[in-house]
């Protein structure tokens, strides 16, 4: 769904020269893209979804601690989920993480999206490998990395400490602070490669148009590249949040059982309290609130910018 | 003083000579035009001067002062570039705006030399247009609004007009002649049109591989080209190969049989006699023979086809109601020995 959606904004940047296709002749209807398209329509209804109507029609069974699941229909969980604050923090919680994760990736990947594409040609391959190397790790390994680095007695607190900055460790691991730095971490590479394909699409020759007028080159990345790349940052955006609120090992990791999300919430609820249909409650309101704010954003957005680079 | 100064300018990308120590100057207050063959290094020159590519050698004076050293923000420069190079996010009007608002010209001020300069281009209609709906020559001209708009002392032009309809063209170029009379600006202009050259430039300055050929006004360098290069780049010319002899009365050139005087003191052997399609006269009496293959009626003139035994020649003919011969008539042909030029060498050298 994030990629279907990202995809969506992509599409309206520029260079979508929206010539209308001849009328096709009623009798002969081309079959050929609807054969083609057709392996992975069922692949996508089978692998997706089947499992979320299942999700769905668990979400509304009813489960007891002696009783197990109730084979009966009801929006219980989701009353629960809807009154208990203990939820609400969760949710809240998760929402706080994927916006705070969704700006500073911004703030980090689309500057360093531009330095990349000023670089020159063996560094720039050499960085772009390097910022994109966190895709390359498992995403287990690279978070126990972040919690041996950030550990009370990991590298970062010792060196801290050893030169007096702090007296005491910073906590990073268990809490939001550690989870965030982590997330942001992980998900940059997506700001990154989005910002990058809006920047290979600027032309060059456009900034100095920009200079040649007099703007100074502060000038010039505010007004003249900023505004081309916004579309590119919000794609971003969005494919960052929507990974961030639906993130799960990186938040079991540096979160613990102690700072849950969303995701791990459903988690323990399917597989340590096995109430099932409670998890899966979780799950679809997740997905519901992901949806609901994704495509708002992008409507938004198509609209603000549907003039300039259709 | 000259106003602006190319001094050895050279640009080399890897092994490749784009420009080949292009030396020039230009006089204030006038329009000189680079003309020549794609890729012969007009674009990058302007580059150069804009401050966009950075010289391999050389040095460029505008106005006495060292244009190298200043960035290219600082240099003041008006410039249509080869692709428009307008900005996406912003409306025509916003465009031409830009310019007005780095110099720090009041609103009101702005939007009046926005309106004025897009009613010039004939674009009043458009200001609230983003370029992507426009047409190719509608964002040319907000291009080149754009450019003008800032009142540069020096304007750099490349192939400003090439996307406009003959029209709109000849209208823009009254406008940049008129801009460059009353204003004063200095124009550098390149155009693949050579009409276009001929009818705007105090100079031409005729490229070719990075280097200049020639540079001199419009009618000098069509009536006199320096090279081979120039007189067959510049409209229609015929080059007849013929020998060169020196006998008493001086040099001449013998081309199919007929000797032509030869002004100039050139050596004996292989030489190339010029001259241009609309010189060549149908005569009765001496001349080249030859037979017409072919004659093709292009509105105000015909175009003949003639097979001599110096190699093909083009005649053009004003159809003016004079008597022409027809396809396949045997014909003599000729011109006044002022309108040819001669060079030593071979054709196929030049
Ligand atoms: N960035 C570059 N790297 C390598 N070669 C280049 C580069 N830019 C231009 N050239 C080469 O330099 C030569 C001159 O290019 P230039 O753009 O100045 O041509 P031009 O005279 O403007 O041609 P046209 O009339 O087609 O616009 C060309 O042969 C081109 O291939
Ligand atoms: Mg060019």
Redesign the pocket.
């Known amino acids: 769904m994030t990629a279907v959606d990202s995809q969506n904004i992509m599409d309206t940047g520029p260079a979508t020269d929206t010539a209308a296709p001849p009328p096709a002749e009623p009798e002969r209807r081309n079959w050929a893209p609807y054969l083609l398209s057709l392996p992975a329509l069922a692949l996508y209804a089978v692998l997706l979804l089947v499992p979320l109507a299942m999700t769905f029609l668990l979400s509304l069974n009813s489960f007891g601690f002696y009783t197990g699941i109730q084979d009966v229909w009801q929006l219980g969980n989701y009353i629960d989920i809807v009154t208990d604050d203990y939820f609400h923090e969760i949710f809240l919680r998760t929402f706080r993480i994927a916006v705070l994760v969704t700006l500073l990736c911004a703030v980090l990947g689309a500057p360093e999206a531009y330095v990349l594409r000023r670089m020159k040609s063996p560094w720039r391959g050499l960085c772009l490998l390097v910022v994109l190397g966190p895709l390359l790790i498992s995403v287990v390994s690279r978070t126990l990395g972040w919690a041996l680095l950030f550990g009370s007695t990991g590298i970062i607190n010792t060196a801290l400490m050893s030169i007096g900055l702090i007296a005491t460790p910073i906590e990073f691991m268990y809490t939001e602070t550690g989870v965030v730095i982590a997330l942001t971490h992980v998900l940059v590479p997506f700001m990154v490669l989005s910002v990058w394909a809006s920047l290979q699409r600027l032309d060059p020759q456009v900034e100095n148009a920009a200079l040649s007028l007099g703007a100074k080159p502060f000038t010039v990345l505010r007004r003249v590249v900023l505004p081309q790349v916004v579309p590119g940052i919000l794609s971003g955006s969005i494919i960052v949040f929507a990974l961030a609120a639906s993130a799960f090992a990186t938040p079991a990791i540096i979160g613990g059982r102690r700072l849950k999300v969303a995701a791990t919430l459903a988690y323990d609820e399917f597989l340590n309290t096995l109430n099932w249909p409670l998890g899966a409650a979780v799950a679809i309101l997740l997905l519901i609130a992901n949806v609901v704010i994704i495509v708002g954003c992008n409507r938004l957005i198509e609209r603000r910018y549907k003039q300039v680079f259709e | 003083m000259p106003y602006l100064v190319l001094d050895k300018l050279t640009k080399r ?2 092994q ?1 000579l ?1 420009v080949d120590n292009l030396s020039l100057t230009v006089e204030k207050g006038e329009l000189i035009s680079l003309l ?1 063959p ?8 302007l580059q150069m001067i804009a401050g966009f590519l950075d010289p391999s050698g050389g040095r460029v004076t505008l106005d006495g002062a060292d244009l190298l050293a200043k960035k290219p923000n600082e240099r003041g420069l008006g410039i249509v570039f ?1 692709s428009y190079a307008l900005f996406p996010h912003m409306t025509a009007a916003e465009n031409v705006a830009f310019g007005l608002e780095m110099r720090n010209i009041p609103r009101a001020d702005r939007d009046r030399m926005v309106k004025d300069a897009l009613q010039l281009v004939g674009l009043g209609a458009f200001g609230d247009r983003y370029p992507r709906r426009m047409s190719g020559g509608q964002q040319q001209r907000v291009a080149l609004a754009r450019a003008m708009v800032i009142k540069p002392s020096l304007l750099l032009l490349d ?1 400003p007009l090439s996307n406009l309809d003959a029209k709109m063209r000849e209208e823009m170029q009254i406008e940049l002649r008129r801009i460059q009379r009353t204003v004063g600006t200095t124009m550098i202009l ?1 155009t ?1 049109d050579q009409a276009e050259a001929m009818a705007l430039s105090d100079r031409v300055v005729i490229m070719n591989k990075g280097k200049v050929e020639q540079v001199a006004a419009p009618q000098d360098a069509y009536d006199n080209p320096a090279s081979a290069f120039v007189a067959n780049f510049l409209g229609r010319t015929n080059l007849l190969q013929g020998t060169l002899r020196q006998d008493g009365g001086g040099c001449r050139i013998d081309v199919a049989g007929t000797a032509w005087p030869v002004a100039a003191e050139l050596p004996a052997g292989p030489g190339v006699l010029t001259v241009r399609p609309e010189k060549v006269t149908f005569v009765d009496g001496a001349g080249v023979p030859g037979l017409v293959r072919a004659r093709v009626f292009q509105g105000t003139q015909w175009l003949f086809e003639i097979q001599t035994d110096a190699g093909p020649l083009t005649v053009i003919r004003q159809h003016d109601g004079q008597i022409l011969p027809a396809e396949n008539e045997r014909v003599t042909v000729g011109w006044r020995a002022e309108d040819m030029r001669v060079m030593a060498g071979t054709a196929g050298g030049a």
């Open positions: 990308f890897g490749w784009a020549g794609s890729g012969c290094g007009k674009t990058t020159t080869q192939e390149v693949h």
